[in-house]
């Protein structure tokens, strides 16, 4: 084996290991192949889904005008766009107080049974959210908290305290250092929190808003669960464009899926390419300490 397989060849002053990358870029091609597939369906003429030809015969805009302005029963993407935005940022304020709350408290406070807390927490973390679905549906519907989206609400936001621990990790590397000097001029717990550690830890806020705001846009069991009254105007978008591929609608409908799926995916990656920065960090900074 030559050294510049071991040490990588420099390009442009950038150390570049070839096999690597070449194996990288097959792999990212294939990952890719699906994408743009995707894309380039939602701009086919066609309503039904074509396997005998990856471009489509002719381009339109059409299942776009379609999705957005021609709504029916089956199709109403507006109103699930909405309903999820709504769900998602209510479910992201929420999730983001209770998960830095929880991590300030597990980071920066000592108390009888923190420790078996801890560790029963991260037990927990390690089983499915939906294995619990059952119970959860019927505990909501003696409520009457079913088929609503206040329901759904609680289900994402209730438990996103278990997920204290890369904030907590966060936290443990902001120095005691700090806190104690603000306990010396006299400022309360509660002062610290808001006034000295989370101007401190905009990474970890970053992370904790973008990944408690994904969870509805993405989540698809406990919504089915949830919102089963067949009403498509409640739905979230995740469950509206799945119900497009029925088999009774899916030679009528995929051209708009497709157009769907990639409406969806722009606000999503505008969010990422944004705040990339701090949700590196945030996972990072997140990683160093338990």
């Not at 507006?78 to 980071?107: E, R």
């Not at 400022?187 to 509805?216: G, H």
Request: aromatic share 16%; with cysteine; hydrophobic share 50%.
């Amino acid at each position: 084996m030559n050294a510049s397989h071991k040490k990588g060849w420099y390009i442009g002053g950038a150390r570049f290991y070839p096999m690597r990358h070449i194996v990288l870029l097959v792999l990212a091609f294939f990952w890719l192949i699906p994408i743009v597939w995707l894309v380039l369906n939602s701009f086919s003429a066609s309503n039904s889904m074509s396997i005998s030809r990856f471009f489509p015969e002719t381009y339109t805009l059409e299942q776009y005008r379609k999705l957005l302005f021609a709504t029916d029963a089956a199709s109403q993407f507006p109103q699930w766009m909405l309903n999820t935005f709504i769900i998602a940022i209510f479910n992201c304020i929420i999730s983001t107080f209770f998960v830095l709350m929880v991590a300030y408290v597990m980071s920066r406070m000592r108390f009888p049974g923190r420790k078996p807390l801890m560790n029963l927490s991260m037990i927990l973390g390690l089983f499915p959210g939906f294995l619990s679905m059952i119970a959860v549906y019927f505990i909501l519907k003696t409520f009457n908290m079913t088929n609503s989206h206040i329901g759904l609400i609680l289900i994402y936001s209730a438990s996103s305290g278990l997920g204290y621990l890369i904030a907590k990790g966060f936290f443990d590397t902001i120095p005691q250092s700090v806190s104690e000097a603000a306990k010396l001029d006299g400022a309360s717990e509660n002062r610290i929190f808001w006034q000295v550690i989370v101007p401190m830890s905009k990474p970890i806020l970053v992370y904790t808003i973008i990944s408690a705001f994904l969870a509805p846009w993405m989540d698809f069991i406990m919504a089915k669960i949830m919102l089963n009254s067949g009403k498509a105007t409640d739905w979230t978008v995740a469950l509206g464009l799945f119900g497009m591929l029925d088999r009774t609608r899916k030679t009528v409908y995929f051209g708009q899926f497709c157009a769907g799926g990639v409406l969806v995916s722009i606000p999503i990656s505008i969010l990422f390419v944004i705040m990339q920065k701090f949700y590196v960090e945030g996972i990072t900074g997140g990683s160093t300490k338990g």
